[in-house]
């Protein structure tokens, strides 16, 4: 009689529960920070990380915030030499990739703040996937001036 080892009897358990894992896996938002412009203007922009340690690829499509009217995905690029702002319909976000907002790149560009924001405030920030699941990145107001 032929020994059973227990990898041959977990093998099929971990092909069943590949796509489970898989759904329930979702990008992490870290290091996340909003740029705190002085004067009460009608824009911030706000910067991280996110990173998506799942086994497959992430798509973000769009962010909000009851924070603000609007939020968009943005990217800032040199054509032709001039330094030009774009919106960018979705984020895709390789296996085990991250996805950089910075100045000067990739960022969000958060429009019509309900109230005037304090240095070190939170402002929660839902990010929604290609798939409707929904993830939420807590940014923190920063000062320009100290960074």
């Known amino acids: 009689m ?15 529960c590949g796509p489970a894992f898989a759904r ?7 290091d996340a920070w909003i740029r705190l412009i002085p004067g009460g ?36 690029r040199i054509v032709e030499g001039i330094s030009r702002m774009r919106a960018v319909p979705e984020l895709r976000i390789a296996p085990d990739g991250a996805a950089t907002l910075k100045p000067g790149g990739l ?9 005037p924001l304090k240095e070190g405030s939170k402002v929660a920030v839902e990010f ?4 409707g699941r929904k993830i939420l990145g807590e ?3 920063r000062n320009p001036a100290a960074l």
């Open 41 to 76: 203007m009608p824009m911030q922009a706000g910067f991280g990380r996110i990173d998506n340690p799942c086994p497959t690829p992430a798509t973000i499509v769009s962010a909000s915030s009851p924070a603000y009217g609007s939020v968009e995905l943005h990217e800032t």
């Open 107 to 115: 960022h969000l560009m958060l429009m019509q703040p309900a109230s």
């Open 2 to 16: 032929k020994r059973i080892s227990a990898l041959s009897l977990l093998l099929p358990l971990a092909v069943l």
């Open 139 to 141: 940014f923190q107001v």
């Open 128 to 131: 929604t996937l290609s798939d």
């Open 24 to 30: 329930d896996c979702a990008p992490q938002v870290s």
